[in-house]
């Protein structure tokens, strides 16, 4: 059974550039599968500082300073940008890493981030309406032919004679371009939205059942448009709290606020057996991938022992 580990990060709770350059060498280094961050401008709980890095300011920077490790973000808000302009800085942002980047992207949830700077933040019937054509507007200049041009009438956003340019240097995503990342716990519009343009579907922090319940949904609405449920790569993510003795899982547990029996029970806690153990677990019903959440950024030796006695027992 082989499951992939990859390293999430939620620097809006506080964290610079260089930590963020920090966690994605050691990521590289130990064998990590992708270096992701979140998208937000606001701290949930603390002060937040120094203060948020935007993603794609973040990820064009990682992409030349590192070589081999996958980036992303999960999820980048489609509340945030106009999606005309995140097609080029990601198409951008995957030629100056020569093809590694991924685009997760979701719908935008947190209203206070958006007060705080100043960030229009519709209902949510429009927020889930313009998440849905920014899907099919973004993948669609992409897979665009050179000298083509794109047009799109959509009820939030109109293009007209498109060039579609600059192109990605992927275009081997399901839509053409980059491997875009959907998820969510929506029962009908989130899986139909991944059938349709997703390369992976992910599951942020659910238990067992409900992950069960999800990945059915997807293959559901996958064999609905006649395709392969099989080319949905599946995936979870979930908090990382590892030690090697139930002291340095306590101390860990401290260091970001949380319980450990209460990590145990939703995320990734315990020794690395236990780990072991818990992420198996997901595995069995169809996960195919792990995003680690890695909320305390200054300790890399967590990310050390997790690539030492974690995923060598997970193929």
């Given at each position: 059974m082989t499951v992939e580990l990859r390293v999430f990060t939620e620097p809006q709770q506080g964290a610079t550039y260089d930590d963020l350059l920090q966690v994605a060498r050691t990521a590289e280094e130990l064998g990590f599968g992708a270096f992701f961050r979140s998208d937000h401008y606001l701290a949930m709980g603390g002060d937040g500082r120094p203060g948020p890095t935007d993603t794609w300011t973040t990820l064009a920077g990682l992409a030349r300073e590192t070589s081999t490790i996958r980036l992303g973000s999960m999820m980048t808000s489609a509340t945030f940008r106009h999606p005309g302009v995140l097609a080029i800085q990601v198409a951008q942002v995957d030629q100056m890493s020569g093809g590694r980047v991924e685009l997760g992207i979701g719908a935008g949830w947190f209203e206070q981030e958006h007060t705080a700077y100043g960030i229009p933040f519709p209902d949510t019937r429009e927020r889930f309406e313009r998440y849905a054509e920014q899907l099919e507007l973004i993948t669609g200049l992409w897979s665009t032919k050179v000298g083509d041009t794109y047009d799109f009438a959509g009820s939030h956003y109109q293009l007209s004679d498109s060039p579609a340019l600059p192109k990605p240097a992927q275009d081997g995503g399901h839509a053409g371009g980059p491997p875009v990342l959907v998820g969510g716990l929506g029962a009908r519009k989130t899986p139909a939205l991944a059938a349709r343009f997703a390369?992976?579907?992910?599951?942020?922090?659910?238990?067992?059942?409900?992950?069960?319940?999800?990945?059915?949904?997807?293959?559901?609405?996958?064999?609905?448009?006649?395709?392969?449920?099989?080319?949905?790569?599946?995936?979870?993510?979930?908090?990382?709290?590892?030690?090697?003795?139930?002291?340095?899982?306590?101390?860990?547990?401290?260091?970001?606020?949380?319980?450990?029996?209460?990590l145990r029970e939703h995320g990734v806690a315990g020794t690395p057996d236990e780990a072991v153990e818990r992420i198996r677990a997901y595995a069995e019903i169809g996960a195919e991938r792990i995003y680690l959440q890695t909320l305390d950024v200054s300790d890399l030796d967590h990310l050390r022992l997790v690539a030492a006695e974690v995923m060598p027992q997970l193929g």
């Open positions: 390369d992976e579907f992910n599951l942020p922090f659910a238990d067992l059942e409900t992950t069960r319940t999800q990945f059915e949904r997807v293959r559901r609405a996958c064999e609905e448009i006649d395709r392969d449920p099989e080319s949905v790569v599946r995936s979870n993510a979930l908090v990382l709290c590892v030690g090697a003795d139930e002291a340095e899982v306590r101390r860990r547990a401290e260091a970001i606020g949380r319980e450990v029996e209460e």
